[in-house]
């Protein structure tokens, strides 16, 4: 089993930032995949960033150049920087670990942006 717990949500003014960290505890395999979806009111749940076990990163379009993930394979952790954050970047954040053809999620952080 897995478990995960966001952590670094909040309130922020457009053009600020957040930094999302992730903890990881259970059995983590070394080749997951870590992630970070987001969902918004009243839209679906949509993938933000991922990253693999050797630091290969995606991101969804909105948020190139603004937001990093990183991950610390010795710690169990998965971050995600987020800066210039707009209005739209309002949503609950999920971390997630895939591995073993499964994926585990966790309870999700809250950001808001406000205008």
């Known amino acids: 089993q897995v478990q995960l717990v966001e952590s670094g949500g909040g309130l922020v003014q457009a053009g600020g930032s957040l930094t999302l960290s992730c903890a990881a505890s259970?059995?983590?395999?070394?080749?997951?995949?870590m992630g970070w979806y987001r969902q918004a009111p009243g839209k679906q749940r949509e993938l933000v960033a991922t990253?693999?076990?050797?630091?290969?990163?995606n991101y969804v379009e909105s948020v190139k150049g603004r937001f990093t993930i990183s991950r610390d394979n010795a710690k169990n952790t998965v971050s995600l920087q987020m800066n210039s954050l707009k209005p739209e970047d309002t949503a609950v954040y999920f971390c997630?670990?895939?591995?073993?053809?499964?994926?585990?999620w966790g309870k999700g952080t809250r950001v808001t942006v406000s205008s």
């Open positions: 259970g059995n983590i395999f070394r080749n997951s995949n």
């Open positions: 997630n670990v895939e591995q073993d053809a499964k994926n585990y």
């Open positions: 990253i693999s076990s050797g630091g290969r990163t």
